[in-house]
């Protein structure tokens, strides 16, 4: 069964520290990995989308790795940010072509405390 | 380029009753995605359509159901509302060939 697993469910960190939040997978056949940011009340918002042939992908502050062998991905914060604190949601896309394939994790909710 | 567009963004429903939600998608894009997401089970597909043709379709009961319009606008309906429909919808709009999925802000129904 195609299921995308995150850990922690939650996590508090002191501002201008890193954090780590990882995503496990089993979804097969394996197109793309997707990580979200999702404010409260809002839409997610992209923050990276990773090919079987990516290893790493950055966006500021954000690195997302991938590891397409052990169906594992982290997503690294650096330095974190007040704004940082959201729902941070992995996807993975299964070879298809249409959004009707994404496989969605349950999130990690992250606080960032001053 | 405007975003993703959802109205109305909050809604209170009676149970029994039935709400239309609307969606415009970014201009260009033909793919439009429907998604609830409720705090217990994350966000989960509903349909998508691309070009006024439902091309998947999620495991959700008959009472939702959808439609594209030629501009690429979409409507999703829910019938008969029960209180477990309380959720917020997620629309998201892609371009043709594209991953990349851009999602509205939500509508959040509430029903009592």
């Known amino acids: 069964k195609n299921q995308v697993e995150q850990s922690p469910q939650s996590l508090i960190i002191l501002e201008g520290k890193n954090c780590t939040l990882q995503c496990n997978y089993t979804v097969s056949p394996f197109s793309n990995l997707r990580w979200y940011k999702q404010d409260t009340g809002r839409g997610p918002v992209s923050l990276t989308i990773m090919t079987f042939s990516e290893n790493t992908k950055s966006n500021g502050r954000y690195t997302a790795t991938l590891d397409a062998d052990t169906k594992q991905s982290s997503l690294h914060i650096t330095a974190s940010q007040l704004s940082d604190s959201a729902s941070y949601i992995c996807v993975v896309s299964a070879i298809g072509g249409s959004q009707g394939n994404l496989i969605f994790g349950k999130g990690t909710k992250l606080s960032v405390k001053p | 380029k405007a975003g993703v567009t959802q109205t109305p963004r909050y809604l209170i429903k009676t149970r029994g009753q039935q709400v239309t939600l609307s969606c415009s998608p970014i201009s260009g894009h033909r793919s439009v995605s429907w998604y609830q997401q409720t705090p217990g089970q994350g966000l989960q597909f509903l349909f998508e359509?691309?070009?006024?043709?439902?091309?998947n379709k999620g495991n959700f009961p008959g009472r939702f159901s959808g439609r594209q319009f030629s501009n690429s606008r979409s409507e999703m309906n829910v019938s008969t509302l029960e209180l477990g429909d309380s959720a917020l919808y997620l629309c998201?709009?892609?371009?043709?060939?594209?991953?990349?999925?851009?999602f509205g802000p939500g509508t959040r129904l509430t029903v009592t």
């Open positions: 998201a709009s892609s371009a043709p060939g594209q991953y990349e999925q851009y």
């Open positions: 359509y691309f070009s006024e043709t439902q091309r």
